[in-house]
């Protein structure tokens, strides 16, 4: 290595899918001289080990935890307070702790109080991953060009976040600061509702008789796809997230429910300037997507 | 040409999307001598003769319908009654009309009775298209691996089904024939509900006051993005599609609402293993999805 890594060792804890991926990173760019995981599944921690990702992986906190310069927690947001709690005693000062949780009031909640004092604790939430889950689900890339949110909270120090800023950005990814509340309001629209409504879609067509099940599954390009690739993702870090952000999930699904209702009457009662008039306005959003380079 | 094409002339009714690729595709495997387009708009029509999708192009049907083997109409369902009777004076017997609406029913209903006695009438729809509209939208081998599904009606020569038939094959698709109640059925679910839920939750980000719609675009890559692409499809195509699909949506949307109102219910109330039992059951259907190669 031509220069010192940005960490001595990172400590993954969950091996899935974004520390999986978060290791093939952290390998390319040469950012930790040591990569280890806790994780409490043995096969998760041996399938990491035998693929390279990180040079020791154990299903006991004590022999990876300590020492590590950085710890990110990569479990589902309701398994966060449980681990929090696990990790605790074996966290040393000056570690900085950051965690990929897809809600964040609900991780500062669990997570904050387990982090001893003297620890950094930044919350982070990578706006990247895939349908698949599990080390062997780990992408190359995952991150380049890609959203890091991170939510640190008030009297954070300035140094940590900025080690953390540094790594998230030599891995490509666009960091970018935010308030946890807001955080959670602005992802129940981008993400869990669109998540709620593809398992909704996908549900309501798996309940369908058998041979008209069959034919939505072979008719599928017609757009009923375009749903099925969310709603493959990781049941329970979505049961999760619904669970850890509901007050801003439930007040999105209203305002769904609400539109949907408008363009059921208009279909109803055979009203297509209104419907014309709504599918013209959407045409305006895709647009701008494609010209923030976000499609 | 080696061998003889399978039609002398084929005249394309409204040369947007649709009738612009397969436009490409009949070229490309000499299906027609020679390929001629009725639109009502000239723009439309000096696009398809200056992008050399068709070798005459016109406003006016005496100019290009007449003699034509095959007339491929391609226009907005609800436009399908009024081109049948423009067209009509110009068709000659022996002539297969087809056309590519998203809805079967209503055509039979609005175009069927324009076509003189002596002209074989087979309704189709390929499920195939990007949201992208015009001319200029041409896809070279869009129909490449998509279903067509062809809803002959009762008496429909058998000869003339299978030049049709042979004419999709020919440039790819799998053709499949159906009743057009039963096309509306089950497109009602794998396609025009899709788009429906897909129009109304960028509708609902639509809404939302300016700083708040801008974070929706920057952070869409987390779900919000994937309903976009459809969303962005034809207004006026999808107006008469909802509108001359009536009751088959409105009976989806009843369901789906359904189904989200207890995904809503289980929210609020912290059922958090209905929600992961109903997300384990959608994982199944993607995979059978891709199983069938159609992801």
Redesign the interface.
């Known amino acids: 290595m031509s220069a010192e890594p940005l960490f001595e060792t990172v400590c993954l804890v969950g091996i899935g899918h974004i520390c999986s991926s978060l290791a093939l990173a952290l390998r390319r760019h040469s950012l930790a001289r040591r990569l280890v995981a806790f994780d409490i599944d043995p096969d998760a921690c041996r399938i990491a080990v035998e693929m390279g990702l990180v040079d020791i992986a154990s299903t006991d906190p004590a022999e990876v935890v300590p020492g590590a310069g950085l710890v990110v927690i990569g479990v589902p947001v309701?398994a966060m307070k449980g681990v929090g709690e696990t990790l605790a005693p074996h966290l040393t000062p000056g570690t900085i702790v950051t965690d990929t949780g897809s809600v964040k009031q609900a991780v500062v909640r669990d997570l904050g109080p387990a982090i001893p004092v003297g620890v950094h604790f930044i919350p982070g939430h990578p706006?990247?991953g895939t349908?698949f889950s599990g080390p062997a689900s780990a992408v190359e890339g995952l991150f380049i060009g890609?959203?890091q949110?991170l939510t640190p909270l008030p009297g954070t120090d300035p140094a940590a976040l900025e080690r953390l800023t540094t790594l998230w950005q030599t891995i490509g990814s666009n960091v970018?600061l935010m308030e946890p509340c807001h955080h959670d309001?602005?992802?129940a629209?981008?993400?869990?509702?669109?998540?709620?409504?593809?398992?909704?879609?996908?549900?309501?067509?798996?309940?369908?008789e058998g041979h008209?099940q069959q034919?939505?599954?072979?008719?599928?390009?017609?757009?009923?796809?375009?749903?099925?690739?969310?709603?493959?993702?990781d049941?329970?870090m979505?049961?999760?997230i619904?669970?850890n952000n509901?007050e801003a999930?439930?007040e999105?699904?209203q305002?769904?429910?609400e539109?949907?209702t408008a363009?059921?009457r208009a279909?109803?009662w055979?009203e297509?300037e209104i419907?014309?008039e709504?599918?013209?306005?959407?045409?305006?959003?895709?647009?701008?997507?494609i010209d923030?380079r976000?499609?």
Chains 1, 2 share one sequence.
């Open positions: 309701g706006i990247a349908e890609r959203w949110i970018e309001r602005v992802l629209i981008t993400s869990h509702l669109p998540h709620l409504i593809a398992y909704t879609i996908v549900g309501t067509a798996s309940d369908l008209l034919e939505v599954i072979k008719f599928s390009a017609s757009g009923f796809r375009d749903f099925t690739r969310i709603a493959a993702s049941p329970v979505w049961r999760d619904f669970l509901r999930v439930l999105v699904i305002r769904f429910t539109d949907l363009l059921q279909i109803r055979g297509g419907l014309q709504k599918f013209t306005e959407t045409r305006a959003i895709r647009r701008a997507i923030a976000q499609a």
